[in-house]
């Protein structure tokens, strides 16, 4: 029903500091850039009055796995994610519910690849942690990135085919294989993801114990708490998955209010959808916290329908349908119910329509009638024929 992520999008105080990073440091490609338009400021809620600029970069044009880059004025004071403050009173936990990190793919060895980003004045928060889960074997470490949002790096020892894009990485750095959010609740985010949305689960399983205490140093956990990873994909695509980690009675705090447009940190998912208003429903029907229904928006390239819902665990996503050029004039800036609406009211109209073309057979109230005023106004021959058509036209129309 709904695509892999497409976009993953960081509020940033300085738009300079983030590309020389993303851009310069990991070499990805800038695809565009220039300002946010006001439609979609106003369908992400950002508070009256604010603008934006934004850029989006890929690993050498892949659809997939993005990064978008959105500098607000005035810049913004509250952060998605607190996980390392000076002040320690200020700082969130390792286990806080709510959207966590993205992550790249880069080539062994990963101190090359650490080496890098710390020359460029970033601090990582763990040396890398070679661990395994189920048949998966993985090299990752962590670093504080723009605006302290958590980025993590890491090797595909290995992954399989629906984990990494075959020859990732295909620059320095990859598109962005995974986000990861921590999730309060499985059951609700299992329905979430893979009932609602359809994406594929491609892991459900707890960290084998030989590798906790290593897992729990990468992940900012206290020793020997148990995690469970649950990932989910569009099939057969690699890229842009969304992993959730649970941390069983370790659970903190739901960050509640934190991601959304208009603040610093990860603050938006997208996902792209074939039937925007059809997906609409479809959560409204479950309960899901629809934040901007269905609504068109113009001067962000090609014209496209955009809707914003909170999930399970307080991320917040954004799904987009692109409109063709042939449905653009037909397509209304409205929200869901009036699009779907008018293919009903369509429906219906015939039904009206239709009586005025036979009228007369409805006027005469019985075939009797008919006959007399026949009769007064028609020569007698031509009295025999009415009558019978008009029966026909009554049994038809019965």
Known sequence: MVSAMRLATLGVSSMKQALGLFRDVMELKVESEGPVPQSL???WHVPAGTKAIQAILSCKGYP???????????TPAQKVRIDHSAHHTEADTGTDVGIKAIDFYVRDPILDAVGKIEKHGYTFRSKPVYHQIADTISEECLFSGPDGVPVLLMVGHRHSSTSMRKGAPHGPFSEIPTISIVAGDLDKTREFYGELLGLDVVTDAETPAEYRELVNDLT??????????LMFADKPEASGKILCVHFFDRTGKVLKGRMKPGHLGFSL??????DVVDLYERLQA???DIVTPPTRIDNDGAPYIMMMVKGPNEEMLEFTQTLEASKVEASASASAPKAKAKPKAKKAKPKKKAPPKKAAPKKKVTPKKAKKKASNKKPAPKKKVAPKKVKKKAKKKR
């Open 269 to 274: 998912l997208t996902h792209d959808s074939d």
């Open 220 to 229: 900012g956990t206290p020793k020997g708490t148990r995690i469970h990873f």
């Open 41 to 43: 400021l106003d369908a």
């Open 286 to 288: 479950f309960g899901v």
């Open 64 to 74: 997939i796995g993005r990064l978008r880059l959105v500098q607000y004025t005035p």
